[in-house]
């Protein structure tokens, strides 16, 4: 009889330890389900630009409005793509080098930038430089580093941010094939279409491109 009841106590053991067991998994299931959609979560701007999910998006358009694409113009240097705007009667900027040679410019490209903005603090070289074409900030700092005899920046006379707020733009995604040299007159672009045999060994590194249509 004693026998009996040890048996059915660890029956009971072990039937508890199943149901336990069930629990803890359903549990662990549950827990990975939420952290997969808090991690898959994420604002409008980054799927559109970070990681693979860009090269799939290739090709899309979509409508935004300046303020939506701030963010994308910030992010444009670290994450070393480039930003094309179409359909401006004035460039975000001008150019002038120290043979006195001006460049109109409508892209936001680190290949190019690189040379211009300030080599001694890049992080703030960036900031200053960005605040100054987007909302025609012009702090203590841009007239030292951008208003030289070497290196001239000239702004034009409506920031970027006053003559788009409130407009609709066209954002296209791709990517292209810059050559060997920085001239982005020398890039490549390319159709993602393209096999790789037909694009010569020196374009092959793909780099992203964002471009903003203003009608």
Do not use: C, H
Request: proline share 3%.
């Amino acid at each position: 009889m004693e026998n009996a009841v040890e048996a059915l106590k660890i029956a009971g053991s072990v039937l508890l330890f199943v149901m336990a067991l069930s629990v803890s998994i359903v549990a662990f299931g549950q827990a990975r389900q939420t952290s997969d959609v808090i991690l898959d979560y994420r604002d409008r701007e980054t799927e559109y630009i970070n990681g693979d999910y860009y090269y799939e998006a290739t090709g899309l358009e979509r409508t935004v409005s300046f303020e939506t694409i701030i963010p994308s113009i910030f992010r444009a240097y670290s994450e070393q793509y480039k930003i094309v705007f179409e359909g401006l009667t004035e460039p975000i900027y001008t150019y002038k080098n120290a043979r006195n040679e001006k460049e109109d410019r409508y892209i936001i490209d680190l290949d190019y930038d690189a040379n211009i903005i300030n080599s001694n603090d890049r992080a703030q070289g960036y900031t200053t430089f960005l605040n100054a074409i987007i909302y025609g900030i012009k702090e203590e700092r841009f007239s030292t580093w951008y208003e030289t005899p070497s290196k001239e920046v000239i702004l034009p006379a409506q920031s970027l941010y006053d003559r788009l707020k409130g407009k609709q733009i066209k954002e296209y995604l791709g990517v292209y094939y810059p050559s060997e040299t920085a001239d982005e007159n020398d890039t490549t672009t390319i159709d993602t279409n393209t096999t790789q045999d037909e694009v010569p060994e020196s374009n092959k590194q793909e780099k992203r491109i964002i471009t903003y249509k203003i009608t």
